[in-house]
């Protein structure tokens, strides 16, 4: 299961919503469905596309990575909020 935090949203005209994320824990692929939890809130989106450099998780805890997700506005997903 996928933990982490967003670090960054914003809109690609056309193909939906792309969130960069901190991951500590697990795993995602386009298909998957996950969980943000905003506030009071728990927003559903599903996964379009995943972009990874490798190099970004050499001598870390952590890797960053960014998604396409469909189903939410980047207005919805501060920074830091949690995904699940």
Do not use: N
Not at 25 to 44: N, P, Y
Not at 61 to 74: D, F, M, Q, R, T
């Amino acid at each position: 299961m996928l933990r982490g935090t967003v670090t960054h949203s914003f809109a690609l005209e056309g193909r939906g919503t792309v969130l960069t994320l901190k991951v500590v824990k697990g795993q995602v692929e386009a298909g998957d469905t996950v969980r943000l939890a905003v506030g009071d809130r728990c927003l559903v989106a599903t996964v379009r596309s995943v972009e990874w450099e490798d190099d970004a998780m050499i001598g870390s805890s952590y890797w960053e990575l960014a998604i396409l997700v469909e189903g939410i506005a980047p207005s919805e997903v501060p920074s830091g909020t949690p995904i699940s």
